[in-house]
């Protein structure tokens, strides 16, 4: 179809639906007393995947945001963190996409709520529901580097002073650029990966300090000496808040052939703590923006 034009400068943007996944399309067409063909100049396609077996991408519809999801299970891995100064647990995920033609395409992260059976929390605070073991932990969301290495974990900012500190910290989360606009005529693919690191806020208990002094009398006399010292951090293992302590008591008597009686008795104890198993999902969203060659259109969903 032509549209015969005078001195008129036509912009129109269309969203289209493509299979397994969002095109965003813009049409521009200008003419002075001649007739143009209207041309179809970007197309857009964004999508993210959770670390895990199936590694299956969930895409945009219609420029709406996908989720990726944190499983509870892995949250309480941080529980096995038996060390002062233990190796966060790592979980990644991916945001892939690409933009066709003079369409680009940025997004933002954010780390949105926690999802258990019974009710869901907003994380958007930065502070988890208390009793969770992601409220007595500290979730970091940042980019992966090389090679999807996850080992350079930022440093924790300072909490403001009267503020409680958070229990989710994101890094350069907003407005990230996956593909330029005009950088990926040909439909080349981008991927970006991205790490969770998760850590127990362990507060250490004491430390253990070992002063130790010898000293040794050679065959001709001499006396030769040495001392050394080293010290240890000592921190509870981590675990919920206690529900409370069980006791419990025996007493056996018993009466013998001979009429003597005996008697005896013992107790034990054990701490009761609640059951992690049922840790709520963390559910992490990327929200896509089309961005464009032309200054004149504004970057949307």
Request: with cysteine; aromatic share 6%; glycine share 10%.
């Amino acid at each position: 179809m032509r549209h015969r034009t005078r001195t008129l400068l036509i912009a129109g943007t269309v969203v289209t639906l493509m299979v397994g996944g969002l095109a965003a399309s813009a049409l521009w067409s200008t003419g002075v007393g001649v007739d143009v063909p209207s041309v179809a100049l970007g197309a857009v396609r964004f999508g993210a995947a959770a670390e895990g077996p199936s590694d299956v991408r969930e895409f945009s519809d219609g420029g709406a945001p996908v989720a990726v999801t944190l499983p509870g299970a892995t949250v309480i891995e941080v529980l096995e963190q038996d060390a002062v100064g233990a190796e966060p647990v790592i979980w990644r995920f991916s945001a892939s996409g690409t933009a066709l033609g003079i369409a680009g395409v940025n997004y933002d992260v954010a780390v949105s709520e926690q999802v258990g059976a019974e009710a869901s929390h907003d994380l958007s605070s930065g502070h988890a529901r208390p009793g969770t073991v992601l409220a007595s932990s500290t979730l970091k969301v940042y980019r992966a580097g090389s090679g999807s290495d996850c080992s350079a974990v930022p440093a924790t900012p300072e909490t403001p002073e009267g503020e409680t500190p958070q229990n989710v910290i994101v890094y350069d989360t907003t407005d990230v650029e996956l593909q330029a606009p005009g950088t990926a005529r040909d439909g080349t693919e981008t991927v970006q990966e991205w790490c969770a690191a998760l850590n127990w806020n362990s507060v250490d208990d004491g430390t253990y300090v070992n002063d130790v002094q010898v000293v040794g009398t050679g065959e001709d006399g001499s006396a030769n000496g040495a001392a050394d010292r080293w010290h240890a951090q000592i921190g509870f293992p981590p675990a919920l808040e206690k529900l409370g302590e069980y006791l419990a008591r025996a007493l056996v008597e018993a009466t013998a052939e001979d009429t003597t009686r005996a008697r005896a008795s013992a107790s034990w104890g054990a701490d009761i703590y609640p059951d992690p198993s049922g840790e709520p999902d963390v559910v992490i969203t990327l929200d896509p923006i089309v961005t464009n060659l032309n200054p004149s259109v504004i970057p949307r969903d």
